[in-house]
């Protein structure tokens, strides 16, 4: 809740004076600025050490272009010096104990010693005396001091109080004065009586260094004075600024030990700039400590209601106790279309609708009789009235002010109708599709959870839409949008009443309704309603139903995961199937969920194993290879099917890691079968992922290389379905590995979709009859027909044969006949382990 009263309140915060005095408050905005300090030391020594003799910034200044930058330099830190002065003697008062008169005084003087310089430089005409660097260092010096002194007792807060210690300090300031004044005449008339400061062709003496350095340790001193008693008396006003012009003025000095003999270097020019800037914050601080915070305060409480009701960019309405109009801004007239004069002395209540007066009265009575009371910020359905009918969203803010003889009410009120349609629009945009208008998933989730909390029977359906990504990859996504546009058109009207369809990503969309009698028929007829957007064949969808009568013991995430189960089940059957959600399939889904996670636990702990099968030549059956064969025994789940974990590991994306297994584990078998003399070939199935890897062939020739292998004594083997998915780029792949010396057979001919156009370009060793084609050859004709075939076809292209799968005596002999060069199966060997692999060889 915002307040109206205090000292000083704008928009209901009440600031203090001593908040409004400076922008960086107490020791956080001390240590809020206590960066400056060291970044500018960093700076100043990397600017040291570029000035030095022979560093890049050791150059001289032509004489009249220095003298012309040292002129502009100086008059402008003499006007400076001259304006610290004159706003030190008429803004500083009593409360600095008499400092007013000294400083202006010394920083008069400063301005003064810096013209005598000015004018007393080497160039310049002659001032009484011929004009050397000697003399302009002694002015120099002679300002710089008193400054330096100046500023000690500015910072370190010292008090020319009334009394002896008063009337000493006084007495001491006034001879400095004296003896500087007299110094200075000194040096103007006679400098040669004085110390040198400057020899020609050598520089700058050791007794003008030690005076820099000791001007420097002044204002260093100065710096940590300023510190402590700003910790002890906790002011603010201008410390920032004071404590960066002490921190200059400290580190110019430092330049002036540095320039050379040439006097008109750049360490020079660099200290004179490091002095004006010093000056300007004094201003700076000046200005800030005594001058901007008396006007701060004095605006603020000027413009205490002024400022409030006029210039606030809401509107302000103040009534009396019993809520009658007594003064409104003109941005409230301009927000309800309503004059002052209308206005003051009617009720409050005018502004509202009729509807929200009663309310609006009790909330007020409440509120005056305990302040404490929540005002109406934020508040939904907090409307205001126009005069010409039309209602908009407001937000008020109350302050009570009870210091007068009659408490007042202040209401802050901003039209919040902007704000409030733009919060519709976000919120629309974060539970629709910004493609359909659809709700999105995050809607659909949470009318699910709705419905399921109902406790009615429900159906949820999800659809997937067939051949979509094609559409994308070959028409574009503006065709993919349009189509996902269209659906979602023509699916609206064939919902039933109640239903809510949403696009859940991509091109998955789903319904949620009521129970329906024939969920396969409601099915049916979106599918006809899809095949009608197409052109040809028409555009179908796969179905996942799932028909739940007690919902509520689900959440809505397993609710929905049951029916895009059921969703992936029909899109393996094919296009356009249905699939309704059964506990078969939450029991399969669950085992593949279990065979992931100990498929994973296997490959972290190295329980998978590989096993071989001889590869036997028909003429003679002598073993020719062996073929890698994955096997996994598990500790919970018994020896587990290739067939059941291949499946999950492809869906798991695990393909890769198992595949980068079997390749580094057949390679170290082979390095140990040839040390202990044994002689072979390997080959490894490679899965569609490993082979779509452009950097295959350069990561199987590492492996043999770590293995001091032959490329020839690797085959690696591919299936049909993999080398036809991209025909192109797997003839690329393949050239890549006959060109690294590795063969390749092909794997499962025949249960595929091959054309021979390709099949004759692809750089093929071998080819594998699938074990399906041998087991029926000698009961199907058709079979028989096809193994004789691609034998035919395969000695046709120059490749040798392989059949798969042989068990049986007939097989062989039949295989013989026709030509067959080697076959696996359990008539030779089963898959071994190694050791047994190598005694069946």
């Not at 991509?506 to 899809?530: G, H, K, N, Y």
């Not at 995961?561 to 059964?582: D, E, F, H, I, N």
Request: aromatic residues 6%; proline residues 5%.
């Amino acid at each position: 809740m915002r307040q109206a009263t205090g000292e000083g309140a704008v928009d209901g915060r009440s600031l203090s004076a001593r908040q409004l005095a400076s922008p960086a408050t107490g020791h956080d905005g001390w240590r809020a600025q206590a960066w400056q300090l060291p970044l500018l030391g960093g700076v100043t020594l990397a600017l040291y050490v570029a000035v030095l003799p022979g560093h890049w910034l050791d150059v001289g200044v032509h004489r009249e272009s220095f003298l012309a930058l040292h002129t502009l330099l100086e008059m402008a830190a003499v006007l400076v010096c001259l304006t610290v002065g004159l706003t030190a003697n008429y803004t500083l008062g009593d409360a600095t104990g008499r400092r007013a008169p000294v400083l202006t005084t010394a920083f008069l003087l400063i301005a003064a010693l810096d013209l005598l310089h000015l004018a007393s430089y080497a160039g310049m005409p002659d001032l009484f005396s011929p004009n050397t660097p000697h003399k302009s260092i002694l002015l120099w010096l002679l300002a710089r001091l008193v400054a330096a002194l100046s500023l000690l007792a500015w910072a370190a807060g010292w008090q020319l109080r009334q009394g002896r210690m008063g009337a000493l300090w006084l007495g001491l300031a006034g001879l400095l004065f004296v003896i500087v004044c007299a110094l200075a005449a000194q040096a103007v008339v006679a400098p040669q009586q004085l110390p040198a400061m400057f020899v020609p062709g050598q520089g700058l003496t050791p007794l003008k260094k030690g005076l820099e350095l000791g001007i420097a340790g002044l204002n260093l001193l100065a710096l940590v004075l300023h510190a402590r008693r700003r910790r002890g008396d906790g002011r603010q006003g201008g410390d920032t600024e004071l404590r960066l012009a002490l921190w200059l003025a400290a580190l110019g000095e430092g330049f002036f030990v540095l320039f050379s003999e040439r006097s008109t270097d750049m360490a020079n020019m660099t200290g004179h700039l490091y002095k004006l800037l010093s000056y300007a914050l004094l201003y700076r601080c000046m200005f800030i400590d005594r001058v901007r915070r008396p006007f701060i305060e004095a605006e603020l409480r000027e413009a205490k209601y002024r400022n409030l009701l006029e210039l606030a960019p809401d509107g302000v309405v103040v009534t009396d106790r019993e809520g009658q109009i007594l003064i409104v801004n003109r941005a409230l007239e301009q927000m309800f279309g309503r004059r002052r004069e209308d206005l003051v002395g009617q009720g409050m209540e005018l502004l509202l609708p009729p509807a929200l007066r009663e309310r609006h009265l009790a909330h007020r009575a409440r509120y005056m009789d305990s302040p404490g009371w929540p005002a109406m910020r934020g508040r939904d359905g907090l409307r205001g009235l126009h005069a010409d009918g039309h209602e908009f969203d407001i937000e008020v803010a109350l302050g009570l002010d009870d210091g007068g003889e009659q408490p007042r009410l202040t209401a802050y009120v901003s039209d919040i109708s902007e704000r409030r349609a733009h919060e519709r629009e976000l919120q629309y945009r974060a539970t629709h599709d910004a493609l359909t208008g659809l709700p999105n998933r995050w809607l659909f989730a949470d009318r699910l959870a709705a419905a399921a909390s109902g406790g009615r029977a429900l159906m949820l359906l999800v659809l997937d839409l067939d051949g979509f990504h094609a559409v994308n990859e070959f028409q574009g996504t503006p065709a993919g949008d349009s189509l996902l546009r269209a659906c979602a058109a023509a699916l609206l009207p064939v919902l039933p009443e109640g239903a809510t369809l949403a696009r859940l990503g991509s091109d998955e969309f789903a319904i949620l309704c009521d129970m329906v009698t024939t969920p396969e028929l409601l099915a049916s007829r979106l599918q006809t309603v899809l095949l009608e957007l197409g052109t040809g064949a028409g555009q179908t969808a796969c179905f996942g139903l799932l028909l739940e009568p007690a919902p509520r013991e689900l959440s809505p995430t397993e609710l929905l995961g049951r029916a895009q189960l059921a969703l992936q089940s029909a899109k393996a059957l094919g296009k356009g199937q249905v699939q309704r959600y059964t506990e078969q399939l939450g029991e399969r889904s669950r085992r593949d969920a279990l065979l992931e996670q100990r498929l994973r636990l296997a490959l972290q702990q190295g329980t998978l194993d590989l096993h071989y099968q001889p590869q036997v030549g028909v003429p003679d059956g002598r073993v020719l290879g062996f073929e890698a064969l994955l096997r996994w025994d598990d500790m919970q789940l018994g020896m587990v099917s290739p067939a059941l974990f291949v499946p999950v590991a492809e869906r798991a994306g695990l393909m890769g890691e198992i595949g980068a297994w079997v390749l580094q584990r057949a390679c170290a078998q082979l390095r140990n079968w040839r040390d202990q003399g044994f002689e072979t070939v390997v080959a490894i199935n490679l899965s569609p992922l490993q082979f779509r890897d452009a950097a295959l062939a350069e990561q199987v020739l590492q492996t043999l290389g770590r293995h001091a292998l032959p490329s020839c004594s690797l085959v690696v083997e591919i299936t049909e379905s993999a080398v036809m998915d991209d025909p192109a780029e797997a003839a690329r792949q393949l050239q890549r590995l006959q060109d690294a010396g590795i063969a390749v057979h092909l794997d499962d001919f025949g249960t595929g979709h091959s054309s021979l156009a390709w099949l004759r370009s692809f750089p093929i060793q071998v080819i594998k009859i699938d074990r399906s084609f041998v087991r029926d050859m000698l009961r199907k004709d058709s079979d028989d027909a096809i193994v004789r075939a691609v034998i035919g076809l395969a000695h046709t292209l120059g490749c040798r044969v392989i059949a798969e799968g042989v068990e049986e005596q007939p097989q062989l002999e039949r295989l013989s006949a026709l030509g067959c060069d080697e076959y696996q199966g359990w008539l030779f060997s089963p898959a071994l382990p190694p050791d047994a692999a190598r005694l069946r060889a």
